[in-house]
């Protein structure tokens, strides 16, 4: 079995525990998979993934225990930028591969695709303070996390690299003085609010 988490808005809990979540009514999107169009509920892999859902008294979090041939895992923050641009929706469908391939920090938005009706027996409400153990504070975080190590082990100097990009993008926008010599190789940021000086290697 693989445990997921599915929020559901306040009035609906009670409903949700006792009766189930039939496929048919909460069902949010409806996907090619294996070659077949299937319509699927869409769970998460950390109940953090959704703060705003989170932190809301409006919304339960429920965690649900389903048998793994019916989950896969898709990154959602292709399929948002895929409604507006069919070349990344196709993206988002290569996406697509069963739950048991997928490792944690694999996509920035993991969505759990659930393509079946889950029963009352497969919910229990999830208590934040008594849940499951959560290895990680979110899915993105991870996946950033993840990248950035990543291109650490490929260019020695990634980290200049990301402060000399970040520098230069406030000294762009007039929060910053940049200032370099030729030849020389640092470049130092002033931060007009502080005064406070920083120093990066040119990459």
Partial sequence: M????????????RDSIECGLKLSQWYEKEVQIEFENKKCL?????????????KSP???????????????????????????HDEVMKLYMDSII?????????????ECLVTTTV??????????????????????????????????QKYDNLNDRLLFGFFKGRATEGEMEMIEKDGNGFVAFIDKKTDRAFTVRKP
């Fill in 98 to 110: 069963p739950i048991k391939d997928y490792i944690f920090g694999m996509y920035r938005l993991p």
């Fill in 119 to 152: 029963i009352p027996e497969q919910i229990s409400l999830l208590d934040k303070g008594l849940g499951s153990p959560i290895l990680f504070n979110n899915s993105e975080e991870l996946y950033i996390n993840n990248l950035i190590e990543d291109f650490r």
């Fill in 58 to 84: 409006d919304y339960k979090c429920l965690r649900l225990e389903l048998y793994p041939e019916y989950c896969y895992v898709a990154d959602k923050s292709l399929y948002e930028l895929g409604l507006q």
């Fill in 42 to 54: 869409c769970a998460l892999l950390n109940p953090r993934d959704d703060m705003d859902k989170y």
């Fill in 2 to 13: 693989v445990e997921v988490y599915y929020y559901v808005p306040q009035d609906k809990v």
